[in-house]
């Protein structure tokens, strides 16, 4: 393990950065307890001459815990559920995902 994973490893399991989670491949099946590290940017999307501001959800995973994450699984956080849209992005060092969500 290099430095880089062992420091991610450190934020994940901070009760300040991170929150347990409930993975469902599929949205279905008894799912696997995970933690991710939750993120609320404003996306700003152009539209004809004008811009608009939307509020987005996206999650952070560590790749070790869910290592077949695909567009379509369910991520819960306490009683809010969370869909994974579109596919992962994996950093470049491939340890962490980052999903863009949206709730069901």
Not at 13 to 20: C, F, I, K, L, T
């Amino acid at each position: 393990m290099n430095a880089f994973a062992t420091a991610m490893n450190l934020i994940f399991a901070d009760a300040n950065m991170a929150v347990d989670a409930i993975w469902f491949a599929g949205a279905t099946g008894p799912g696997v307890a995970v933690r991710v590290i939750r993120k609320s940017p404003d996306e700003v999307t152009p539209f004809g001459a004008g811009r608009i501001l939307s509020e987005t959800t996206q999650l952070d995973a560590r790749v070790a815990d869910i290592p077949t994450l695909a567009p379509g699984d369910l991520i819960r956080i306490g009683a809010e559920d969370f869909l994974v849209q579109g596919e992962p992005k994996a950093d470049r060092e491939r340890l962490i995902w980052t999903l863009n969500t949206r709730t069901p």
